[in-house]
């Protein structure tokens, strides 16, 4: 009888605040596609209600930053395409966007000069706001990061926040 190998595709960590928060992180591998699904949960083991708020964040190097731009719809239906090295201008910055001017569920990293496009899905009724953060000092770096609603929560109470990073 042959033994059959079992490939295990998630990872899930686990830690402990002292305030009484406990944090579980679901990382897995999505199908047969290159997506990595993420699931954080967060829940208040205390007996005293606590102010929380969870994040996930990818990190990317696209190539040079001058030919690369992000991409998302907002909430309201506009779509954004940010230039992120722009001419007389430092070659970093931050964006944070909340509200309608959030992405709509999904934001990309593009350069239009080919190669492979970092993706970001989340879902939408999850995530309160958004940062953009971009470098090209010492790396070429691109940071997409999402933050859940800010919760109050009480004893026994969890906050999940999902999202699901891949390329195109």
């Known amino acids: 009888m042959a033994a059959r190998r079992v490939l295990r595709r998630e990872l899930t960590l686990t830690g402990a605040c002292p305030n009484g928060l406990r ?3 679901k990382i897995q591998l999505q199908g047969n596609d290159a997506v990595v699904h993420t699931e954080s949960v967060l829940e208040n083991t205390s007996g005293n209600p606590i102010e929380t708020v969870l994040q996930s964040r990818m990190e990317t190097d696209p190539g040079q930053l001058d030919d690369v731009v992000v991409r998302y719809r907002k909430r309201d239906g506009g779509a954004v395409e940010k230039q992120l090295i722009e ?26 000069n080919g190669g492979l496009v970092p993706v970001n899905h ?16 010492g790396e070429n770096r691109v940071s997409l990061t999402v933050w859940s609603n800010k919760r109050k929560l009480g004893p026994g109470e969890t906050l999940k926040l999902e999202a699901d990073y891949g390329v195109q």
């Open 23 to 25: 944090l579980r992180r």
């Open 122 to 137: 989340f879902a939408r009724e999850q995530v309160a706001r958004c940062a953009l953060n971009w470098s090209a000092k």
């Open 87 to 112: 001419p007389e201008k430092q070659p970093t910055g931050t964006e944070t966007y909340s509200g309608s001017d959030r992405p709509d569920g999904e934001w990309r990293v593009v350069n239009r």
